[in-house]
């Protein structure tokens, strides 16, 4: 079986960091790019980064650029978000995804999701 799971999400407070995983499974890992997107309440489901496999290629939504880091280990076929320095309006429902191409934050392109990680930035 095909298969995304997400795991890391949380409450912390403005300015702190999360890391979010994301494990895959039952597909060629490195034939993938692989995102992570996010929901917030009452808002349009985002692309927040993006990493082609093969070749580490990244690419961010503005507002998290510089602040939030994709990585991934192609050993353990996971994908990581490290999120500095969050803000309030990170809140949202983090999802990772898979498209068989280079990295793109065009949400269109995904066919496997992940169940989604709670993200919480509040006092």
């Known amino acids: 079986d095909v298969q995304l799971q997400a795991s890391g999400g949380g409450r912390v407070q403005p300015g702190g960091s999360l890391r979010l995983s994301c494990a895959a499974s039952g597909f060629t890992f490195e034939d993938y790019a692989m995102s992570w997107f996010r929901q917030a309440p009452g808002k349009e489901r985002e692309g927040v980064a993006c990493?082609?496999?093969?070749?580490?290629?990244?690419n961010y939504l503005y507002s998290v650029e510089g602040r939030f880091t994709i990585s991934r280990d192609i050993a353990e076929n996971t994908v990581y978000l490290q999120m500095n320095s969050l803000r309030p309006e990170d809140t949202a429902v983090y999802y990772c995804?898979?498209?068989?191409?280079?990295?793109?934050?065009?949400?269109?392109?995904?066919?496997?999701w992940g169940q989604g990680t709670q993200v919480t930035v509040a006092w």
């Open positions: 990493i082609t496999i093969n070749t580490g290629d990244t």
């Open positions: 995804a898979r498209y068989l191409g280079p990295c793109s934050l065009y949400q269109t392109l995904y066919d496997v």
